[in-house]
């Protein structure tokens, strides 16, 4: 069955309204949502338990990925996004598209997904160990609301028998995945980090959504922020005072597990650290810092830092600032805000 574009986004818009009744803990709203109360209650299930199996993945953190997700695949945001395509009503040549997806937070491989399926292609996904719960449980969904997506959503072990590949991964695995992949058509996406560029005309309310951009899923993600620039007379208590409020996260045992870890090699090395008790500050030219941390540097000349960062551009997935992206809205990227800065729908409709 080959759907066209409209079935393709109709189910697509479903999906994230049933994502947003899970992420607001509504009870079954009934048959209009497209699934029986069994199915529905099983992917609340998830949602409660998927910690079990991985500790990072706290319901408050799946939650939290369904809610940003609700909110990105809204029917104007679809159009938004499609509209700068021009994708085939009916896809006659669909190709099947391995995805390698990561697995460092709550749905990072949707948005690839998504985009193969709106493209009207295929998609073969390998699963991250860390996630291979939501995934399936989320094709699962869009199969019950559009059954057509049977034919266009399998799950593997092992890819063989694909046209082109999206993979993400580490600058090492990317190293395989370019030598493996080589002889087709692919994306590989490398480590990459974020950061926040501070002027010192923050409002109180703008740090501590800032807090969200270096908390929100532990900081593991490639879009959390990782290290701030901050001018050289920038009182750094006026940043701890803002954000004192994420302190509950060090209860979290992983985490403090990695803070811990960290104070101590540092310590023992004489490294000069500021320490509120739940997050490390270390002054480090590099960008990305380790769980449970937060590199900063001074500066002099902001022109200076935003020569450097564009510079550094292929290693950086976001910066949060003035000018930059709006504190708080990180770990809330719309459907055009490519990992890596690669159009990954331009990309799937040249194949």
């Given at each position: 069955?080959?759907?066209?574009?409209?079935?393709?986004?109709?189910?697509?818009?479903?999906?994230?309204?049933?994502?947003?009744?899970?992420?607001?803990?509504?009870?079954?709203?009934?048959?209009?949502?497209?699934?029986?109360?069994?199915?529905?209650?099983?992917?609340?299930?998830?949602?409660?338990?998927?910690?079990?199996?991985?500790?990072?993945?706290?319901?408050?953190?799946?939650?939290?990925?369904?809610?940003?997700?609700?909110s990105a695949l809204?029917?104007?945001?679809?159009?938004?996004?499609?509209?700068?395509?021009?994708?085939?009503?009916?896809?006659?040549?669909?190709?099947?598209?391995?995805?390698?997806?990561a697995g460092n937070?709550?749905?990072?491989?949707?948005?690839?997904?998504?985009?193969?399926?709106?493209?009207?292609?295929?998609?073969?996904?390998?699963?991250?160990?860390?996630?291979?719960?939501?995934?399936?449980?989320?094709?699962?969904?869009?199969?019950?609301?559009?059954?057509?997506?049977?034919?266009?959503?399998?799950?593997?072990?092992?890819?063989?028998?694909?046209?082109?590949?999206?993979?993400?991964?580490?600058?090492?695995?990317?190293?395989?995945?370019?030598?493996?992949?080589?002889?087709?058509?692919?994306?590989?996406?490398?480590?990459?980090?974020?950061?926040?560029?501070?002027?010192?005309?923050?409002?109180?309310?703008?740090?501590?959504?800032?807090?969200?951009?270096?908390?929100?899923?532990?900081?593991?993600?490639?879009?959390?922020?990782?290290?701030?620039?901050?001018?050289?007379?920038?009182?750094?208590?006026?940043?701890?005072?803002?954000?004192?409020?994420?302190?509950?996260?060090?209860?979290?045992?992983?985490?403090?597990?990695?803070?811990?870890?960290?104070?101590?090699?540092?310590?023992?090395?004489?490294?000069?650290?500021?320490?509120?008790?739940?997050?490390?500050?270390?002054?480090?030219?590099?960008?990305?810092?380790?769980?449970a941390s937060l590199?900063?540097?001074?500066?002099?000349?902001?022109?200076?830092?935003?020569?450097?960062?564009?510079?550094?551009?292929?290693?950086?997935?976001?910066?949060?600032?003035?000018?930059?992206?709006?504190?708080?809205?990180?770990?809330?990227?719309?459907?055009?805000?490519?990992?890596?800065?690669?159009?990954?729908?331009?990309?799937?409709?040249?194949?």
């Amino acid at each position: 069955m080959n759907l066209n574009l409209q079935h393709r986004k109709s189910a697509i818009v479903q999906l994230g309204a049933t994502l947003e009744s899970l992420a607001n803990d509504r009870i079954w709203p009934g048959f209009g949502c497209g699934l029986t109360r069994e199915e529905y209650e099983e992917l609340s299930l998830i949602i409660d338990r998927h910690y079990i199996t991985n500790g990072w993945f706290t319901r408050e953190n799946v939650i939290k990925a369904f809610s940003s997700w609700a909110s990105a695949l809204k029917a104007k945001n679809i159009d938004e996004w499609i509209d700068n395509y021009a994708i085939s009503e009916k896809s006659p040549n669909s190709k099947i598209i391995g995805i390698i997806c990561a697995g460092n937070i709550p749905l990072v491989g949707l948005h690839d997904l998504v985009s193969v399926l709106i493209a009207g292609h295929s998609a073969k996904i390998k699963l991250s160990s860390s996630d291979n719960q939501l995934i399936p449980a989320i094709a699962k969904i869009l199969i019950t609301l559009e059954p057509g997506f049977a034919n266009q959503i399998s799950f593997t072990e092992k890819l063989s028998g694909y046209d082109a590949v999206i993979a993400t991964g580490s600058n090492n695995s990317s190293r395989y995945f370019e030598y493996y992949f080589s002889k087709v058509p692919h994306i590989i996406r490398k480590s990459r980090t974020s950061v926040a560029l501070l002027d010192g005309t923050e409002s109180r309310e703008e740090l501590a959504s800032l807090g969200n951009d270096i908390f929100d899923y532990f900081g593991l993600g490639c879009r959390n922020i990782s290290k701030i620039f901050v001018p050289r007379s920038y009182n750094l208590n006026s940043f701890f005072e803002a954000i004192y409020s994420f302190n509950p996260i060090v209860n979290h045992n992983k985490y403090a597990n990695n803070y811990d870890y960290n104070k101590a090699v540092w310590l023992l090395n004489q490294e000069n650290l500021l320490d509120n008790g739940f997050i490390l500050l270390k002054e480090d030219q590099r960008l990305a810092s380790p769980t449970a941390s937060l590199f900063f540097e001074y500066y002099d000349d902001i022109e200076a830092v935003k020569q450097r960062l564009e510079a550094d551009s292929n290693e950086i997935q976001c910066i949060v600032g003035q000018g930059f992206l709006n504190f708080g809205n990180a770990q809330n990227p719309m459907l055009w805000d490519y990992a890596d800065g690669i159009d990954t729908i331009e990309f799937l409709l040249k194949l």
